[in-house]
């Protein structure tokens, strides 16, 4: 093993030490900043959060856009380091320069992070489990129909659910003429703007639930707007794929086309399990009902521990099958790290900020939420715009049943709701799953578009959408 090979060996052998260091020197160079400017203490007692502090997440997400198109490989190899190491200036100024808030908002990220990556990571791994055997080639009419399907099943199991079930099946039925736009459309319907009926379909929606909207007013008030959005990508797709397929049918038809198209589903532990999961999201708000634990991660452990055991369990014929590795899980969880950490202050910004920007309609808070769901978490991005629709008064049941009795007040809630669901799929962090699939496609082979070029494919097919639903659901 000589030169690069043994530098190579060296990153991926050692891994975790290395990522240690970038951890450890982020957290240095966060208190020395720390200490040459120091936070201002508001009114409030409580830091004012600069707009300095955002850098690094600044600096992140351009590591993201621009590193893959300078060098992949490199980026590839260094991309924990990057996201070790920035989340660690953030951690670092953040635990030194503003004390217990300080300590408070990073350890908030940290159990938001393992919230995040036991519903993600965990329903990775129990779809492992579930094999959905396919024979036969699916056609345009077939594949946009397993899409239109996967748009409803988001519903029923979320977003991330979804995704990690039908992607596989979805790149067997395809095998030999999958192109990374079929995974892109995959991502816009499936992972993200199917989700949008119910509060378990995505998370921005499972949260404003939590706060107290009620569970089926989802289901009233945006069933229209998921409609004007899923059918034009569906007929979007379609079209697409028949371009595609005329083109493939001048090549000789593969074998498998040939054979009679079939669908069967194996892994009933992996199906009992999956059930599990998604219960596991009820366990916390059931415990903070009867005033149990609150504030304890049981809902996310319990979804882990229901991952481990479904992975252990599992038949291996059906991890072989489903070439089941946990590369995909781990490029998620390294990069999220940093994304998670880099995010507390511009969430904070954001926060402290809000009510400076002139959101008076829901056509502004359509676009405002949008455009920082398609690059934050859209979750917490839902949460600050829902606080300053209704500010001056504090997120509770109450003050939100009041809010939404009103044409204005249901009107900026749709803005907010559709906006965090459907521009999440603008970019490839916008949602969880969005980056899962995109893991899960390179593993097996799909070479995908970098974060510059999967945002030009969303301005070219998704963004004219959206502003369609704007145009006739929103203004």
């Known amino acids: ?25 982020g957290l240095c160079a966060g208190t020395i900043a720390a200490g040459l400017a120091p936070p201002v203490e508001g009114p409030d007692g409580e830091p004012v959060i600069s707009l300095f502090t955002v850098i690094p997440f600044v600096v992140l997400l351009a590591s993201a856009a621009l590193m893959p198109l300078i060098s992949r490989r490199i980026w590839h190899r260094h991309y924990p380091d990057f996201a070790f190491g920035l989340g660690g200036i953030v951690a670092g100024y953040y635990m030194v320069g503003m004390g217990m808030y300080g300590m408070h908002a990073i350890m908030h990220a940290g159990l938001e992070y393992y919230a995040f990556i ?50 596989r099946p979805f790149m067997r039925l395809n095998e030999g003429r999958l192109r990374p736009l079929h995974i892109i459309l995959f991502i816009f319907i499936v992972s993200n703007c199917g989700g949008s009926l119910t509060p378990i379909g995505d998370p921005p929606l499972y949260l404003g639930f939590l706060k107290g909207v009620p569970f089926f007013w989802t289901l009233k008030h945006l069933w229209e707007d998921w409609l004007i959005t899923v059918g034009p990508l569906l007929v979007v797709y379609f079209a697409i794929d028949t371009f595609f397929s005329s083109r493939d049918r001048k090549s000789a038809a593969p074998a498998a086309e040939k054979l009679p198209f079939s669908i069967s589903i194996l892994g009933m532990r992996g199906i009992i399990a999956l059930v599990l999961m998604i ?12 005033g149990l634990l609150q504030g304890l991660p049981v809902g996310a452990t319990f979804q882990l521990l229901v991952a481990i055991v479904a992975y252990t369990t599992a038949p291996r014929q059906l991890l072989e099958e489903n070439e089941f590795t946990f590369e995909p899980v781990k490029d998620v969880g390294l990069l999220f790290v940093g994304i998670f950490i880099t995010m507390v202050p511009a969430l904070g910004y954001l926060s402290a900020h809000g009510g400076d920007l002139g959101l008076d309609s829901p056509t502004r808070y359509y676009w405002a939420t949008g455009g920082l769901s398609a690059i934050l978490d859209n979750a917490p991005t839902y949460l600050n715009f829902l606080q300053i629709s209704i500010a001056p008064e504090e ?30 799929a603008m970019t490839y962090i916008g949602n969880g799953p969005n980056f899962m699939v995109k893991a899960i496609a390179e593993s097996s082979g799909v070479r995908m578009p970098t974060f510059l070029g999967y945002l030009g494919w969303a301005s070219l097919i998704l963004l004219p959408i959206l502003a369609i639903h704007w145009y006739v659901m929103i203004r």
């Open 1 to 25: 093993m000589k030169g690069d090979d043994s530098i190579h060996f060296l990153i991926f052998r050692h891994g975790p030490v290395v990522w240690a260091i970038s951890a450890m020197l």
């Open 279 to 290: 219960g596991g999201v009820f366990v916390d708000p059931l415990l903070g009902h009867f």
């Open 118 to 167: 036991a519903l993600v990571g965990g329903l990775y791994v129990v779809s492992g489990g579930i094999l959905i055997r396919t024979q036969g080639r699916a056609g345009p009419v077939g594949n946009t129909l397993l899409l239109a399907f996967g748009a409803v099943l988001a519903n029923i199991v979320g977003t991330t659910g979804a995704s990690v079930l039908l992607i």
């Open 395 to 424: 997120v509770t049941r109450a003050s939100i049943a009041t809010f939404i009795a009103t044409p204005l007040g249901s009107g900026d809630l749709r803005a907010i709701s559709t906006a965090a669901v459907f521009f999440g």
